[in-house]
């Protein structure tokens, strides 16, 4: 089993930066690609970010290419979103995953964090 825990969350307006942190505890952090998603309400939830175990692969969905960075600390067992240039759109519950596998499908994660939300105001 893995928890994960997200943190960072928050008021911020458009133009502003927010960065999330995601704790991990119990198996292997480092043997897990991590990803984030996030959900606004009356939508479905949708992919941000992956970055593979070692943190050699990373890639994001294209709206937030350029504004957001995903990162990884392995021996903190921590995974980061820095969320620069935000915009009112960017606002949903954000939440990290844990995977064998680094993919963007939600349904192959087998490990959730509980969310965290964060707000953009215009």
């Known amino acids: 089993q893995v928890q994960l825990v997200e943190t960072g969350g928050g008021l911020v307006q458009a133009g502003g930066s927010l960065r999330l942190s995601c704790a991990a505890s119990?198996?292997?952090?480092?043997?897990?690609?991590m990803g984030w998603f996030r959900q606004a309400p009356g939508k479905e939830r949708e992919f941000v970010a992956a970055?593979?175990?070692?943190?050699?692969?990373?890639f994001y969905t294209d709206s937030v290419k350029g504004r957001f960075t995903i990162s990884r600390d392995n021996a903190k067992n921590t995974v980061f979103l820095q969320m620069n240039s935000l915009k009112p759109d960017d606002t949903a519950v954000y939440y990290c995953?844990?995977?064998?596998?680094?993919?963007?499908?939600?349904?192959?994660?087998?490990?959730w964090g509980q969310g965290t939300q964060v707000t953009v105001s215009s």
């Open positions: 995953a844990a995977d064998s596998l680094l993919t963007a499908v939600a349904a192959s994660y087998d490990y």
């Open positions: 119990g198996r292997t952090f480092s043997s897990y690609a």
């Open positions: 970055i593979s175990w070692s943190g050699g692969n990373i």
